[in-house]
T-cell receptor, first 117, second 113 residues
Framework: AQTVTQSQPEMSVQEAETVTLSCTYD???????LFWYKQPPSRQMILVIR??????QNATENRFSVNFQKAAKSFSLKISDSQLGDAAMYFC??????????????FGKGTLLTVNP | GAGVSQSPSNKVTEKGKDVELRCDPI?????LYWYRQSLGQGLEFLIY????????KSGLPSDRFSAERTGGSVSTLTIQRTQQEDSAVYLC???????????FGDGTRLSIL
C-alpha cells in the first residue's frame, strides 16, 4: 500500500525567509501525482502545487516550488519569501495516475507551519 | 462560482445518537469524496462517488457509516449509534472527474460527548 510520511510535525520560519517542508512516500507505481495542500484554521484544504511523476522538471507556483526526487521518493516543498498568510497545516498527498483506485488521495499527517513576524 | 458547501459546520451530539452530514458539491462535478480527519492525523479516505457508478465504500470504518448521493449531486454521510472515536472533522471534496484536482469544503467538526 502507498504511504506518505511527513517527518516534521512542526516548523517555523521568520517572515520573508525561506522554509522547506519534507515529504517522502512509498509506492511501487511509476505513474502518479504528488500534491501539497494547505489547510488554514478555516479547515478548507487548498491545493498549493502538484507534480506529475513522469515530469522531471520541478513544479513551481509563484513563491512555492518543489524538489521532486523520484528515485529517492522524496517530494519537498519550498516556500520563499514567507508571509504571515502562509501559516497553516501543510499536507503532502499522493495519487496513482492509473489503475482502479486512481481517484484516491493518500495523505501524510501534516506539518504545522508557523510564520514569525 | 460557489465552492463545495458542507453543513453543519459544527455538530455536537451524545454518544449513541445518529448524525447526518451534508455535502453540496460544485455544480457540474461528477466525482465526490468523503474524508475523515482525526485530531493530529492526515485525511483518511472514506467513500467515493462517480456519476452513476457504484460507489467505492472501501474506506468506511464500520457498518455504522453509510453515505448516499442523490441525483448525482448532494451527498449525505450518516453515522449511526455514534461513538467517541467518531469525533473528527469530516471533509467533502468534489472534482470534474476522478483525475481532476479535488476541491474541498470547510468540513464538519463532529464532537461526540
Amino acid at each position: 500500500a502507498q504511504t506518505v510520511t511527513q517527518s516534521q510535525p512542526e516548523m517555523s520560519v521568520q517572515e520573508a525567509e525561506t522554509v522547506t517542508l519534507s515529504c517522502t512516500y512509498d509506492t511501487s507505481e511509476s505513474d502518479y501525482y504528488l500534491f501539497w495542500y494547505k489547510q488554514p484554521p478555516s479547515r478548507q484544504m487548498i491545493l498549493v502545487i502538484r507534480q506529475e511523476a513522469y515530469k522531471q522538471q520541478n513544479a513551481t507556483e509563484n513563491r512555492f516550488s518543489v524538489n521532486f526526487q523520484k528515485a529517492a521518493k522524496s517530494f519537498s516543498l519550498k516556500i520563499s519569501d514567507s508571509q504571515l498568510g502562509d501559516a497553516a497545516m501543510y499536507f503532502c498527498a499522493y495519487r496513482e495516475n492509473s489503475g482502479g483506485s486512481n481517484y484516491k488521495l493518500t495523505f501524510g499527517k501534516g506539518t504545522l507551519l508557523t510564520v514569525n513576524p | 462560482g460557489a465552492g463545495v458547501s458542507q453543513s453543519p459546520s459544527n455538530k455536537v451530539t451524545e454518544k449513541g445518537k445518529d448524525v447526518e452530514l451534508r455535502c453540496d458539491p460544485i455544480s457540474g462535478h461528477t466525482a465526490l469524496y468523503w474524508y475523515r480527519q482525526s485530531l493530529g492525523q492526515g485525511l483518511e479516505f472514506l467513500i467515493y462517488f462517480q456519476g452513476n457508478s457504484a460507489p467505492d465504500k472501501s474506506g468506511l470504518p464500520s457498518d455504522r457509516f453509510s453515505a448516499e448521493r442523490t441525483g448525482g449531486s448532494v451527498s449525505t454521510l450518516t453515522i449511526q449509534r455514534t461513538q467517541q472515536e467518531d469525533s473528527a472533522v469530516y471533509l467533502c471534496a468534489s472534482s470534474l472527474g476522478p483525475l481532476e484536482p479535488q476541491h474541498f469544503g470547510d468540513g464538519t467538526r463532529l464532537s461526540i460527548l
